[in-house]
């Protein structure tokens, strides 16, 4: 069974800075991609960045491209968020995702932490 457990965030002012880290754990795990996704009071789940766990390649959502960099620890199978420049309409519950399969079914699956929250105050 697949965990991930996340942290960071927490409270920040407008044009400051932090960093999120989502662990994954599991046994015989074999990662393909995470990223990171967020959901803002009243509005839907939106992508904000996702990495390639072999090659590293990573894209992000237009809203924060220049500002957040997301990266990878292969060895420790966690990910990380750096956030700077933050705005107020950063603010959300940010949420890590997994999609990976196993040693032992190929099939591919995806997972979902329980979500951390970031407050940008203004």
């Known amino acids: 069974q697949v965990q991930l457990v996340e942290s960071g965030g927490g409270l920040v002012q407008a044009g400051g800075s932090t960093r999120l880290s989502c662990a994954a754990s599991?046994?015989?795990?074999?990662?393909?991609?995470m990223g990171w996704f967020r959901q803002a009071p009243g509005k839907e789940r939106e992508f904000v960045a996702t990495?390639?766990?072999?090659?590293?390649?990573?894209y992000y959502a237009d809203s924060v491209k220049g500002r957040f960099t997301i990266s990878r620890d292969n060895a420790k199978d966690t990910m990380y968020l750096q956030m700077n420049s933050l705005k107020p309409e950063d603010t959300a519950i940010y949420y890590c995702?997994?999609?990976?399969?196993?040693?032992?079914?190929?099939?591919?699956?995806?997972?979902w932490g329980q979500g951390t929250q970031v407050t940008v105050s203004s």
């Open positions: 995702a997994l999609d990976y399969h196993t040693a032992a079914d190929s099939r591919p699956r995806h997972a």
């Open positions: 599991g046994r015989t795990l074999r990662i393909y991609t």
């Open positions: 990495i390639s766990w072999r090659s590293g390649t990573t």
